[in-house]
């Protein structure tokens, strides 16, 4: 059985290990020592290291990994991410055949350039794209770019369970609120993020039935946060102007 867990590391990054048997897999490793650590503890081999985007928090993890297990590392090549081993472009398989599992790759530029996702079924592996109740910021390219991005994600099966690498959820809820007040999913949400964050629980994975229902930067045609963004100047309506003026909103709020 395919079993995947949640190694923290540094300030609030999750650094996921997607395990069979004594064969893993970790994505995003920002760090190696906690990595290690497991690997020891639980009697596992590491096989591959998955990568989303050359962030440092997503990557500095990699070479010290690499001098004690010699493994490929799978994402996208740029100039600044000297680490992939195998690189991997949009629209590529990857299969990992000790895990029993393939992999589609899907391009989402808008936090980073080059930034993948890695998609298998009811899997999502989304780096920085998706966080519980947000999105990751505006890096390189445009909102619409990261409109776009989001869009093909929130467009995956509800019951997708999707795993990000920031434990943000708490933090991002109150905006969510003040975008969407009579939101009853918000509501909810924050509720159940609380009783999780005190029993020090991660709050990821989370469903994309979940983010369609309460993550803001889903939900640029919802009614009510549409009329939230007017009575705060908004006057084009479009989905991308909606969602331009809540990125703008939050990096204020
Ligand atoms: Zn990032
Ligand atoms: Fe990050």
Partial sequence: MLTITAIPALEDNYIWLLRREHHAVAVDPGEAAPVLDYLRENGLQLDAILCTHRHHDHVDGIEELRGVYNVPVHGRSHPKNPHITHDLQAGDRLRLDMLDIEFDILETPGHLDGHI????????????????????????????????????????????QVYCAHEYTAYNLPFALACEPNNPDIRRR??????LREEHQPTVPFTIALEKATNPCLRCTSPELIQTLRARGLTDTGELAVFTALRAWRERF
Avoid: K, Y
């Fill in 117 to 160: 996702v890695f998609i298998a079924p009811g899997i999502l592996l989304c780096g920085d794209m998706i966080f519980g109740a947000g999105c990751g910021r505006n890096f390189e390219g445009t909102p619409a770019q990261l409109l776009h991005s989001l869009q093909r994600l929130a467009a995956l099966p509800d019951d997708t």
């Fill in 190 to 195: 924050i509720a159940e993020t609380n009783r």
